[in-house]
């Protein structure tokens, strides 16, 4: 509040307070906004949201075998469309008692006369039942790299957890395999072709 | 610092002249002058995009302009829209009113207020370059829709999509120096005996609205920012492939953009909440809960943005929170529309233009208001979610809403502003034609919407053809019946109208404003009123 003789300098050190103030205020939100990624990922780890699977897990977990209850996993493979790769699952699905470990596999050629790095990104549906599925081996940790023309086994290694919810009877396992950003085929791939394409197609 | 003001007084009626005046302007009322040119040069270039949009529109099929370019439309009448037309518009207002409203000679900051406005033309420039560029066959302008989300945006963004990043970048930055100049201008520059809870509910929604604005518009700077990172520097914010998450985006996106809608519409209740007591002759009805139930929408604007991303895949506890959460928000914006109707109510109520459009802000933004209810719930929203329903439900509160707020405030104040009475005829003839075509534009979208005709695209199946040809009739009678508008104002502005404006304008007006001369004076209160 001024008072009523108006004092100039006063106003000015007024301000330079607001502003300071302000500022503060600007600059924490820039970083908030960046801090809401780690937040993000967090919080989708706590509740499972997303269908984001968790990290290798060490050493096979000695779970007691839950023989009563089966429940079906099934495999699904898909592929980021700049992705030049086949890539599917070598069972299409199944049973498995919860707390028995399961090893899988998935096939994958490069079907370029290329080197090509891949990413495989996993996800489980449902998104609540992603807590549950523990793998301790896949070939989602590491990055995969393809020779040209060359193929593939990939094993997976994982356990239900018995704790899963009663509701639930049939997990879905799938991956997308990408081009690894900053590998040397990614650029041309992520950002011109697509855009190129889909102007011609129309 | 002390001998700039000094100086200020001594050169008390000096008013610069030529470009200068314009190019280096410190004084709120020419600022606030350009910021509604601005505004409504941007009003018309968006609405010319709105129009390619409604021919293309007016029948099944593919007519005027490729899917391409009709992304190009819809996404940059969307930005051009919120950023240089409304919101511009607020801050014009702003930079009018709130020191003549608070007893002030001028804006806390004048030199940030010329900088603020200044980068403004350099923002749009850059955007519309892009889409210049496009005209002439160089690639394509932005298209991915105002809400940008990735990957559109970023693994498939157009190469101008930089240009983008760095106008909102500039427009972010505009945006927040004239917050921060707001909220100085009203904590520090009151006169004397202007308690916060005295001041006029105008500057009230103007103050809240510079706090969500610096709250919320460094957020939108941090997520074109990892954009701009994701595009260029390798990062992945948000590519799956290197760990990131492109719902993130949304979120981070909804964030800003809920608060973001607040700031659309907050200033426009409170130019309502002048004019509707002027015209009835009363004081508002429930002052201070008009600035509670302000305070209210403005929290929880904070907490509700995930309504946006039903679809997206949510636990059943997210969605019922952000459900009611929305919910919520219809409590005191009830409170508010009920204010409005009881300050009329009894009243001695003349409809001069200014009145005319306040009341059709009432009356259509409560009907926006319950479309928003209806795409609140989330079982509801599976089915509106991407829809002509949400295309009908926000331009109901952006354009009868916020639009018609300005509209109504501009009418109001240019006597004030100019000394000249607008030509009531004509703003009455805009009044009706406008208000007329509106709904004749956007009323149908509702029901295209309702039977599943999604928004964005180009073409449409042959039974939305007759709802999607009114609503074209609609724009184009809308459109035009602007260029009314255009040439009151001018014809105004030039003194071409025969009634000369008193001080006080408006018999009912009460405020420290209506004790200034009208034009207003160069500088607004060189010693400040008393207020008791």
């Given at each position: 509040m001024m008072s009523a003789e108006p004092k100039p300098s006063k106003g000015v050190d007024d301000n330079k307070k607001v502003i300071t103030r302000l500022m503060f205020i600007v600059i924490g939100m820039f970083g908030f906004g960046f801090a809401l990624v780690p937040i993000y990922d967090v919080f989708c780890d706590i509740t499972g949201l997303n269908g984001k699977t968790g990290e290798q897990i060490a050493a096979p977990l000695n779970l007691e075998i839950d023989t009563s209850r089966v429940v079906t996993v099934e495999f699904v493979a898909s592929l980021n469309e700049t992705m030049p790769w086949e890539f599917q699952p070598e069972v299409k699905s199944v049973k498995v008692n919860p707390g028995q470990p399961t090893k899988i596999s998935y096939y994958a050629r490069n079907k370029t006369d290329s080197e090509i790095i891949g990413q495989a990104v996993p996800s489980v549906a449902p998104g609540l039942a992603a807590p549950y599925f523990q793998k301790t081996e896949c070939f989602c940790f590491t990055e995969q790299t393809l020779e040209a023309g060359e193929e593939k086994h990939m094993p997976v290694i994982f356990i239900v957890d018995p704790e899963l919810p009663d509701n639930v009877d049939v997990l879905t396992l799938s991956y997308t395999f990408f081009i690894k950003?900053?590998?040397?085929?990614?650029?041309?791939?992520?950002?011109?072709?697509?855009?190129?394409?889909?102007?011609?197609?129309? | 610092m002390s001998a700039v003001i000094e100086e200020h007084h001594d050169h008390h009626d000096h008013k610069p002249t030529g470009i200068g005046r314009w190019l280096f302007s410190t004084n709120h009322k020419d600022i606030g002058?350009?910021?509604?040119?601005?505004?409504?040069?941007?009003?018309?270039i968006g609405g010319a995009m709105a129009l390619v949009i409604r021919a293309e529109l007016f029948q099944p099929g593919l007519q005027f302009v490729e899917p391409e370019f009709f992304n190009q439309m819809t996404t940059l009448h969307g930005l051009i829209m919120v950023f240089g037309v409304i919101m511009p518009a607020f801050v014009g207002l702003a930079n009018w009113m709130v020191p003549m409203m608070i007893g002030a000679p001028d804006m806390a900051l004048p030199r940030m207020n010329n900088w603020s406005f200044w980068l403004l033309p350099g923002a749009f420039g850059i955007l519309i370059a892009s889409l210049v560029m496009s005209l002439m066959g160089m690639g394509s302008a932005p298209n991915f829709g105002w809400t940008f989300y990735a990957p559109l945006s970023t693994t498939y963004g157009p190469a101008s999509t930089d240009y983008f990043i760095f106008s909102v970048h500039l427009m972010g930055i505009s945006s927040i120096m004239g917050a921060i100049n707001i909220i100085a201008t009203i904590m520090n520059m009151r006169a004397p005996g202007m308690t916060y809870m005295k001041m006029p509910i105008f500057v009230w929604t103007w103050f809240i609205t510079a706090y969500l604005l610096i709250a919320v518009m460094p957020v939108l700077a941090g997520a074109v920012t990892m954009m701009l990172t994701d595009r260029n520097f390798g990062t992945s914010f948000f590519n799956a492939a290197g760990g990131g998450d492109p719902v993130m985006f949304q979120h981070i996106f909804w964030f800003f953009g809920h608060?973001?809608?607040?700031?659309?519409?907050?200033?426009?209740?409170?130019?309502?909440?002048?004019?509707?007591?002027?015209?009835?002759?009363?004081?508002i009805f429930g002052y201070s809960s008009m600035v509670y139930a302000t305070a209210s929408i403005a929290f929880l604007s904070f907490i509700v943005w995930a309504h946006h991303?039903?679809?997206?895949?949510?636990?059943?506890?997210?969605?019922?929170?952000?459900?009611?959460?929305?919910?919520?928000?219809?409590?005191?914006?009830?409170?508010?529309?009920?204010?409005?109707?009881?300050?009329?109510?009894?009243?001695s109520m003349t409809f001069e233009t200014p009145m005319l459009f306040a009341i059709a802000f009432i009356f259509l933004f409560t009907i926006g208001?319950?479309?928003?209810?209806?795409?609140?719930?989330?079982?509801?929203?599976?089915?509106?979610?991407?829809?002509?329903?949400?295309?009908?439900?926000?331009?109901?509160?952006?354009?009868?809403?916020?639009?018609?707020?300005?509209?109504?405030?501009?009418?109001?104040?240019?006597?004030?502003?100019?000394?000249?009475?607008?030509?009531?005829?004509?703003g009455k003839w805009h009044f009706w034609i406008s208000t007329?075509?509106?709904?004749?534009?956007?009323f149908p979208?509702?029901?295209?919407?309702?039977?599943?005709?999604?928004?964005?695209?180009?073409?449409?199946?042959?039974q939305f053809a007759e709802f999607n040809a009114m609503a074209s009739v609609g724009a184009?009678?809308?459109?035009?019946?602007?260029?009314?508008?255009?040439y009151n104002m001018i014809k105004t502005a030039r003194g071409k109208t025969s009634v000369k404006a008193t001080s006080q304008v408006w018999d009912g007006a009460e405020g420290l404003e209506w004790t200034l001369p009208s034009p207003a004076p160069f500088h607004s209160f060189t010693t400040p009123p008393q207020v008791k």
């Open positions: 950003p900053g590998s040397k085929a990614a650029p041309m791939a992520l950002n011109k072709e697509p855009k190129n394409s889909k102007h011609q197609e129309l | 002058t350009m910021y509604l040119w601005f505004s409504f040069t941007m009003f018309f608060p973001e809608v607040y700031i659309m519409i907050l200033p426009s209740f409170g130019i309502i909440s002048q004019i509707v007591p002027t015209f009835a002759r009363k004081k991303m039903f679809t997206t895949g949510m636990p059943v506890a997210g969605e019922l929170f952000f459900m009611y959460a929305t919910m919520l928000i219809a409590v005191p914006t009830g409170v508010k529309v009920f204010n409005w109707v009881s300050t009329m109510w009894k009243g208001g319950f479309t928003g209810l209806m795409l609140a719930m989330t079982p509801a929203d599976f089915q509106y979610h991407d829809t002509y329903f949400v295309v009908a439900h926000f331009h109901y509160v952006l354009v009868t809403g916020a639009a018609f707020g300005i509209m109504a405030g501009v009418y109001f104040w240019i006597p004030k502003w100019t000394g000249n009475m607008y030509d009531e005829t004509l007329i075509s509106v709904n004749v534009l956007f979208m509702h029901f295209v919407g309702l039977a599943g005709m999604p928004r964005r695209i180009p073409d449409y199946s042959l184009f009678v809308f459109g035009f019946s602007q260029l009314i508008f255009l």
